[in-house]
């Protein structure tokens, strides 16, 4: 695989896979700013490093739904670390150790209790 699976989209991807099963449209729905050649770059690098699968949808044979692997299941305490991460240092007031552009990101995610929220960046 080329390239590194965790770009910005990638934890949100994660984290609304973990309740959700959505086929491309749903998933581009709920991401709300995303494009869909972003989105679709995303998908293909979480699969290509064993994090989400593709499965044939039930609505139709032409159509995929998207699901994490045992591996991206695996990735959900880590996000919860950084949700924890991020609460605590919200409360403090600092963002050390976060990269510049993410502190707003990962203050939204943590402030919507660790799940997706079209609000945040």
């Known amino acids: 695989m080329r390239g590194n699976p965790s770009k910005r989209h990638a934890p ?3 984290d609304f896979l973990r309740v959700n099963e959505p086929r491309f449209t749903e998933l581009q729905r709920a991401m709300g700013d995303v494009n869909s050649v972003t989105l679709s770059n995303r998908l293909k690098r979480l699969e290509a490093a064993g994090v989400i699968e593709r499965k044939a949808a039930t609505i139709d044979r032409q159509s995929v739904a998207y699901r994490l692997t045992g591996l991206g299941k695996g990735v959900l305490p880590v996000l ?5 991460f991020t609460k605590l240092n919200a409360r403090l007031g600092s963002t050390v150790g976060v990269p510049s552009g993410e502190a707003g990101l990962l203050s939204c995610w943590a402030e919507w209790g660790g799940k997706y929220s079209p609000a945040c960046p």
Do not use: A, L, V
Request: zero cysteines.
């Open 80 to 84: 919860r670390e950084i949700q924890n």
């Open 12 to 14: 949100r991807i994660i």
